[in-house]
């Protein structure tokens, strides 16, 4: 595909994409991955506490030490750890915990297979199913919730004549798209849509979204929760297509151990979930509070102020809650839906369902 050239943007132009191909039906992907795959022999939703679980809780008779590794730094995605930390919610279940950072070149799903951490935060649901079906799998890999319960991304615009509307992919044609990796997987959300690729530019760009502002493009890939506040903070108003509604969803932020953990220590696992649970709800319910204990315990997210963090909690909370869903407790259907539209368009090789 030849990209026209953007210049005198600080953007990198794509000369071409690899756009991906539906070689297989859904259902037909779905069905593979229903039987070689299937989300039930790594996901559970029993450790997710009950209200009853709530109600009284006493600590383990001996201290617990628990490793774990973040999908990122140090920054506000992990808030709900830091209020079980600072108010204590940990403590009452006699567990201590240690915050093990991620960030680029780190990669706790490795580390948790290893043995070096106790639980692991993954930053997409979809790595799970991968880890155990790579030809050098993680074996006894188990999700047992997660903080969000759709995926963050957005196609955002702040085109005057597109704010207020109700966007589609059907808006995106004749438009120019900017973002980074993540727009290899966009051909899904266009063929879902019926949309022919040649309708749409795509161009690189950066994490931030200088690209709407120097006019270069019409949308630009980003969180929902995220490059919104730099877009607002310019004065703009911005409009999204959700990615979630029109390609696949996802479960980022999920929180991943070891079935041999749960086979040994299913009660410290129990404690570990009612813990974060606690410490998820305040996000939700303490929003103020919350914030202010993540700019305290957010040491690797230079200069963010308690308006960052609750400007994330503001426009995060629908994929927590996700219409009144459990906290932390997610769908099977939905794991097996993502990772057979990851089959059918090929993104999830390891599987071999043609």
Known sequence: MKLKTILGCGLAVMAQTAWAESSISFDQALACVQDQVPAGAYVRNDLVPSDADLESITPLSEPVTLKVGLSWVLNAEHAHFYNAIERGYFADEGIEIELVPGGPGKNHIQTLGGGAVDVAVA?????????????????????????????????????????????????????????????????????????????????????????LFAGAADF??????????????????????????????????????????????????????????????????????????????????????????????????????????RLLETSLDQWDENAATLVQYGFFPTVPCE
């Open 220 to 325: 630009y890939f980003g969180w929902i929760f995220n490059q919104t506040q730099v877009i607002e903070d310019r004065g703009h108003e911005w409009n999204a297509i959700l990615w979630k509604d029109f390609a696949f969803n996802d479960y980022p932020v999920s929180i991943v151990m070891k079935q041999e953990m749960l086979d040994e220590n299913s009660e410290v696992a129990k404690r570990f979930m009612r813990a974060t649970y606690r410490g998820l709800a305040d996000v939700v319910n303490d929003p103020e509070g919350s914030a202010e204990i993540t700019v305290k315990h957010a040491t690797d997210a230079t200069g963010i102020t308690k308006d960052d963090v609750l400007f994330r909690f503001k426009n995060q909370e629908f994929l927590i809650t996700n219409e009144g869903e």
């Open 123 to 211: 930053s997409s649901g979809s790595f799970i199913p991968q880890a155990l079906t790579s030809p050098t799998p993680i074996d006894g890999l188990v999700v047992v919730g997660s903080v969000l319960k759709g995926a963050p991304g957005a196609l955002l615009t702040i085109d005057e004549e597109l704010i207020g509307k109700e966007l589609t992919p059907e808006d995106l044609k004749g438009k120019t798209v900017a973002g980074g990796p993540f727009l290899r997987h966009l051909p899904i959300m266009l063929d879902k849509a019926g949309i022919d690729e040649s309708e749409v530019n795509v161009i690189k760009a950066g994490f931030a979204p200088d690209a």
